[in-house]
């Protein structure tokens, strides 16, 4: 019988990993040896997959992505390289790579319901340590303010970020790196990335999607 993610998530959701959680630096993760152990007692026929073609940012940082399996049941993650303060690494080693894929498979397992709560709260920026300054009474806007245009969320940024990494790893082409992938689409559809809000940011993610080189943009 085939399992269901909601079967996985209630069988492993309930493991208590409390007495497995480590601290480095800033950061509190679970050994990958033990999450993987552990999901191994559950679910021995599961397998996951590595990008062994890391995504390499505008900046020089490095991205990392995992495929983790179990019968029919499939989860995708991904990373960055990052240091002990949470901040990307700007042409990270060998070893901080691979440090990060394991780390990877951790979060990845994290979607099954391994670790699930160790994570809560980690997309939340966080807030500077500064002296209160004094209080300033602006003045109040006027009703007759014209209204903001719509913005892109970071969960919509998010998503074509991982869009056009997924792009890029399926084409196997060095020269069409995320980045290229997205400004060749935006140049197809005549905008700029100014110009894509939480409104239009779907014709983007679609083009992305079915982006192939020489191919012309349709909507």
Known sequence: MTTTHSEIWKTLSTVNVSQHVEKKGNLSYLSWAWAWGTLMEHYPQAEFEMDWKPSVEAD???TVWCEVTIDDCVRK???PVMD???????S???REISDARMRCLVK???????????????DLPAKPSRAASPKIDFPKPSR???????????????????????????LEDDSLLPKQITIEC????NLK?????????????SQIQQFEPGREVSF
């Not at 990845?108 to 980690?122: D, K, N, T, V």
């Open 193 to 205: 990335w100014g110009q894509i809000n939480d409104t239009n940011f779907s014709d983007l993610f």
């Open 108 to 122: 990845c397992l994290a979607l099954f319901g391994l670790g699930f709560s160790l994570y809560a709260g980690e």
């Open 84 to 90: 002990n303060r949470n901040n990307a690494v700007s």
């Open 92 to 94: 990270p080693n060998a």
């Open 186 to 189: 935006l140049k197809a559809m």
């Open 144 to 170: 007759a303010e014209s209204p903001k245009k719509p913005a892109l969320s970071e969960s919509n940024k998010e998503r074509l970020r991982v869009a056009a990494e997924l792009k890029s790893a399926e």
């Open 60 to 62: 020089g940082s490095v």
């Open 77 to 79: 993650m991904w990373l």
